[in-house]
């Protein structure tokens, strides 16, 4: 697809819920929401309620998350922010749920072997639930860049570099002859042909 055609729907597809929700469901972060629902299946079955552990676990969240975040960081925040705000989530986020899943199979250790439930039902039926899960959000994601409400990363892409040569242009709000910037690309990127160059319009595009 055209990158110009496109920008209106990555527009509508980076500033969306949809849109965000689809692009962190990515192949790179399947494993990391297959890890999430583990995480809530077996602490829904094995967790306890001892205010100790859940202390620990937001005290290492809060010294890692700090602690990645600071070497991540770049200024000014407010595009780092905007480039990496769920990476941030999740850099606080992980630490909190290994150090309440470690103390969970610290504190029953009689039922687990290594970091799975010796019960093999459990955890036989946990994976399938978890596999189903993480397989129906890629199905989603699909769906919805099928339906035009998120645009993959290659053709953002062609859309940034796009929008950085429309910016370094000298002439990028009005070409030498008058003619609008927004008007030249739609006419480019439905193949049209404006006048020639000599009446200061657009010659014939490819």
Known sequence: PHPILNHHKMDRGRDTYIGAFAHSCRIPLLPVWFLLFWYIYVLGIYGHSDGSLWGSAIGISIIVGFTLTGNMY????????AENKWATFRVFMIPFCVSSYSSTISLSKDDFAFIFPKNATITVVGLIVCGLLTGGLYIARIVLIKKGYY???ESEDKHREFSNEKKNSPNSNRNPGGINAKDQMESIALGGVGENSENGGLSSMP
């Open 151 to 153: 645009i993959k990363r």
């Open 74 to 81: 770049h200024s000014p925040f407010h595009k780092y922010w």
